[in-house]
Each structure stands twice: as C-alpha cells, then as structure tokens.
C-alpha cells in the first residue's frame, strides 16, 4: 500500500541537542512539506520541497533544517537553535495540485 | 493579511443542527481548494475536494466563490462525531505550487 511515514512518533530531546525527523513516501509525489503543530493552535508550514534537491523556508524556519536528497524523503532536523521545539510535527506529500497525504506525526518533547 | 483565513471559533451547536464555516483565500493564483478534518492529537484528512460548481457529499456541502474568494462548508444533521477542527486548504499556482492550510475551525456537537 502507497502511504506516507513519519518516525519516530514520540521523541524526547534534551535542551542543547539537534534530532532528527523522518518523513518517507511511496506515493511518487514530487512536494513534500513539515508542518508545526501547537497545542490548539493551527498548522505552521515549516519547509517545503516541490522537487528533489530544492527546498523553501516556510513561515517559521528558523532554528530547523531539511534536505532532499531522494524524492521519497524529507527529513526535518531541528537544530538547538530552535528554542521552543515542543510540538507535534506532522509531514504532508502532495502530487501536484491534488490533496495532501500526511504522515501520523511525530509528537516532539523538550526533556 | 494571512493567504487563508479562517474563523476560529469554536462553534458550539446542539446535535442536528446544520452549521456553516468560511474560509477566505487572498492570492488570486488560487487554483484547488480542499476541506480537510483533523481529530485532536491526529493528523488531518481529506474531506472534500471543492468544485468551482459546488459539491455535496451526504450531509457536507462545499461551495466556491472565486468572485470574493471564499470557500464554504455546510454541515447538516449535526451529529457527535462531527466534533473536531476543520481546516480549509487552498493550493497556489506562482510558476510552482504551493499548498497552504487556514488555522481550522473548531467545531463542538452537544448532545
């Protein structure tokens, strides 16, 4: 089955330290997006990417990073830059101008 | 001014009741519009696709005005597990797509 994947789905980080977001898709889509999630709020787009090896900042990019390297992956790092990085973090992929697949989040803890 | 706007909310309605949602898009390059359900603590899913001509499924209907560039969402018939956010999705045609989600509109049923 075609379907989009995010890992892990809860992830702890200690004040100081980058992790890593995984975000997989086997549906051929060419756009892939990160989006933020707060606590009652709305989705914040983070990064997207319309195709492999280019990528745009989103409203709130600061303090993370993404590459595309392969058209199935769009990993998120978030950098200790971001000062702020509880959340719940969810990745769409999206054929063009057609809806949005999203992964099943990964829920995101500062410890 | 946001490219996608929506009301907030929360609309609180009794079961069987028939609620209506806005949403409202500022980028004439508008070109695809969406309806999309997220359950608390899930990621959002499809639940409309919206045609220029107006479309119903069941006891959703969704309407587009491109002449004031608002989308609509009716919900009939109210019922318990309609509770939930609802975010519209508007994909922007600027030489490449872009795929942006209002806040969401929380909804509450009551029996």
């Known amino acids: 089955d075609g379907g989009i994947t995010q890992s892990p789905k809860y992830l702890f980080r200690k004040e100081g330290q980058n992790v890593t977001l995984s975000c997989e898709q086997n549906l051929n889509h060419d756009a892939m997006y990160w989006y933020r999630q707060d606590p009652g709020q709305g989705l914040r787009l983070i990064y997207y990417s319309q195709i492999v090896n280019d990528f745009q900042k989103g409203d709130i990019a600061e303090g993370y990073s993404v590459s595309r390297e392969k058209k199935e992956s769009f990993p998120l790092t978030v950098t200790s830059a971001q000062k702020n990085p509880t959340a719940f973090y969810l990745c769409?992929?999206?054929?063009?101008?057609?809806?949005?697949?999203f992964g099943q989040g990964t829920r995101l803890t500062v410890v | 001014r946001k490219e996608v706007e929506q009301d907030p909310g929360p609309f609180n309605v009794p079961e069987g009741a028939t609620v209506a949602f806005n949403c409202t898009y500022s980028?004439?390059?508008?070109?695809?519009f969406f309806w999309y359900r997220q359950d608390c603590r899930k990621e959002p899913k499809l639940l409309m696709s919206?045609?220029?001509s107006g479309n119903e499924d069941g006891r959703f209907t969704a309407q587009l005005n491109r002449a004031s560039q608002y989308i609509s969402l009716l919900i009939r018939d109210s019922k318990l597990s309609d509770s939930a956010t609802y975010l519209c999705?508007?994909?922007?045609?600027?030489?490449?797509?872009?795929?942006?989600f209002g806040a969401g509109t929380r909804l509450f049923v009551k029996a």
């Open positions: 980028n004439s390059a508008s070109q695809s």
């Open positions: 919206v045609y220029s």
């Open positions: 769409a992929s999206i054929q063009t101008d057609t809806e949005a697949f």
């Open positions: 999705v508007v994909n922007i045609n600027t030489g490449g797509f872009k795929t942006i």
